[in-house]
């Protein structure tokens, strides 16, 4: 399967802790998303990367939170000091950017974020 | 941001029923995109829809792009208990801040 994929599925952590999460998208895809999505809501989008450059980034990524992709291929979010609010499903997704656009966003499984 | 407003936020109908949901914007896009969420996954997407007028089938789903571009709407026929989950809606363009909507919760009793 070439799909998107995220690592870890899960991941509990006590409030105060590091966490990191990482993605890896579909190979051919040169962009690379972040969203945050809590119980009964859409995703929320925080930032976005096109190959290594992070082109765009939500005011709700506060500075607690850092996103790398380093190689433009697979990406990492950080979370510093994590606050109960921080627990959420965090969502990878990715497209393949053309001159006509880059609409069609493959998502991966998520990683299920518990702050205790 | 701007709001993707999806009506009605759930619907629970019996097996073999016609669904149908949508999607309005005050805003204009040149692209609708439609997900569907099992719970504890990802989004999968469903249908892309890239010209006002739009009609276009994948299997039993339809999903129309409005002629206003404000709106795009998303038929099930013959539903199944697998059609069960969470529909989104997605706009296509440059703003990467505007989120998705609220979704529409689908139930379907065998």
Same mark, same amino acid.
């Given at each position: 399967?070439? @799909? ?27 962009? *690379?998303? %972040? ?8 995703? !929320?989008? #925080?930032?976005?990367?096109?190959? $290594? ?6 005011? *709700? ?6 996103? !790398? ?8 979010? !950080? ?38 | ?31 609708? #995109? %439609? ?5 504890? $996954? @990802? ?10 007028? $739009?009609?276009?089938?994948? =299997? ?5 792009? @409005? ?24 706009? =296509? =363009? ?6 998705? =909507? ?9």
């Amino acid at each position: 399967d070439t @799909g998107v994929s995220q690592d870890p599925r899960h991941k509990i952590t006590k409030r105060g802790q590091n966490v990191t999460f990482r993605c890896d998208p579909i190979s051919e895809h040169n962009r *690379l998303y %972040w969203y945050r999505q809590t119980l009964g809501q859409g995703p !929320e989008f #925080l930032t976005y990367f096109q190959n $290594e450059a992070q082109l765009e980034k939500s005011r *709700l990524l506060s500075d607690r939170f850092s996103a !790398e992709r380093p190689k433009g291929s697979f990406s990492t979010l !950080e979370i510093q000091r994590t606050e109960q609010g921080d627990s959420a499903m965090y969502l990878c997704a990715s497209s393949l950017a053309t001159t006509g656009g880059s609409y069609e966003q493959y998502f991966g499984p998520g990683t299920r974020l518990t702050v205790t | 941001g701007q709001q993707l407003n999806q009506s009605p936020q759930s619907m629970f109908i019996q097996e073999g029923e016609d669904v149908s949901m949508n999607c309005t914007s005050s805003s204009i896009f040149n692209t609708w #995109l %439609w997900y569907k969420q099992d719970p504890g $996954e @990802g989004p999968v997407l469903l249908i892309a829809l890239y010209k006002a007028g $739009e009609l276009t089938s994948n =299997g039993r789903l339809t999903a129309q792009f @409005g002629i206003t571009r404000k709106d795009s709407f998303l038929n099930i026929s013959a539903s199944i208990p697998s059609d069960v989950g969470i529909y989104f809606c997605h706009y =296509g =363009g440059s703003n990467y801040k505007l989120t998705f =909507g609220k979704g529409t919760l689908l139930t379907v009793n065998p």
